[in-house]
C-alpha cells in the first residue's frame, strides 16, 4: 500500500523505488499495476511523437518540392533549407539511435503521414 500511496503522492521517489526494486530482483515488492500503466503511457506518447516528427518531416519536404519561391524566403532571411531539415530532424534522428526498436514501427504500424501532412502543407502555404 505504502507504494501506491508514494505513487500517488511522491511520483519521483514512486519510480527510484521501482528502479531498486528491479536491480535488486525484488518483483514481489514491484507495483505492478501503477508500472504497467505509466509504461503504456510512456509507449503511446512515443508513438505519437514519432508519428507528429514525420509528419512535419513529410510536411516540409512536400513544400520544398511544390514551393520553391518559398524556399527562396527562407535563404534571403539568412536560412538555408538543408540547414532546417537537417535541424529539424536531429531530433528524431537522436531518438531512433537511442530507441533503435522504434525503426521498425515506422513501416509496420505508423499510418503513412503524407496525407496529412499535404493537408497541413496547404493549409500553411495559404
Known amino acids: 500500500m505504502t507504494e501506491h500511496l508514494s505513487y500517488d503522492t511522491d511520483y519521483l521517489r514512486w519510480l527510484d523505488d521501482q528502479m531498486q526494486h528491479l536491480r535488486a530482483g525484488s518483483l514481489d ?20 511523437q514519432l508519428r507528429n516528427r514525420l509528419l512535419v518531416l513529410v510536411m ?3 513544400k520544398l518540392r511544390y514551393q520553391p519561391h518559398r524556399r527562396l524566403r527562407c535563404r534571403r532571411q539568412g536560412q538555408h533549407p538543408a540547414q532546417l531539415r537537417r535541424r529539424q530532424a536531429r531530433p528524431a534522428t537522436l531518438r531512433l539511435r537511442r530507441r533503435p526498436g522504434q525503426t521498425g514501427q515506422i513501416s509496420a504500424r505508423q499510418p503513412h503521414p503524407h496525407p496529412p501532412a499535404r493537408r497541413r502543407a496547404r493549409r500553411s502555404a495559404g
Open 29 to 48: 515488492q514491484i507495483d505492478r499495476e501503477h508500472l504497467l500503466e505509466e509504461l503504456k503511457a510512456m509507449s503511446r506518447s512515443e508513438r505519437r
Open 60 to 62: 516540409h519536404l512536400l
